[in-house]
């Protein structure tokens, strides 16, 4: 009887030892995988700020010649900017790029569709309303677009500058890590 109690305790000791090293390997893999998330997030948001903060100096370097276009009354040269700064910009994943006059009106845009359209969305009357650049995130319609505003001035306010660009090579970089 007393080999079979010492057998008994061997298992049970072993069995304790089993269960506390799946318990420490399941607890590192939780810590692990967390701090993972984290720093992917982290990440993420360290990319979104730079690509926020070169939209923004992108877009109120634009913003000085087509003030200059607005207040000549100069819709064809506008249009030309639209079209050669959404070319250029095309390696920094613009979306979209729209000039917005007091109203919301797109007096020039990417998109010949919108051309004329009144904006009335909260980002775009928040724009109008604002004295400095404005950004949010839409992730509305299957898209992840950083949205940008600033305003066209050079001296007086002419319209507003709005932009898309696409956070999606962003994002599939940072999963592929």
Known sequence: TQPESGQNGAA??????????????VLLTAVLSLVGFL???AEREIY?????HRGIALLRSFAIPCAV???????PTLDTYVTQFADAAALLDLDYLGVLDFEGRVSAHTRVE??????T???SVRAMASIGPITQVDRSGGKNLLEIAVPIESGLRWG??????????IERSLEAR
């Open 114 to 119: 919108e051309f004329g359209k009144i904006y």
């Open 48 to 52: 979104r700020e730079e690509m926020t």
């Open 69 to 75: 276009a607005i207040a000549n009354h100069d819709a």
């Open 160 to 169: 507003t500058l709005r932009a898309g660009f696409t956070l999606s090579r």
């Open 12 to 25: 049970l000791t072993m069995g304790l030892r089993l269960k506390l090293g799946l318990w420490v390997v």
């Open 121 to 123: 969305d909260p980002f």
């Open 39 to 41: 720093h992917v997030r």
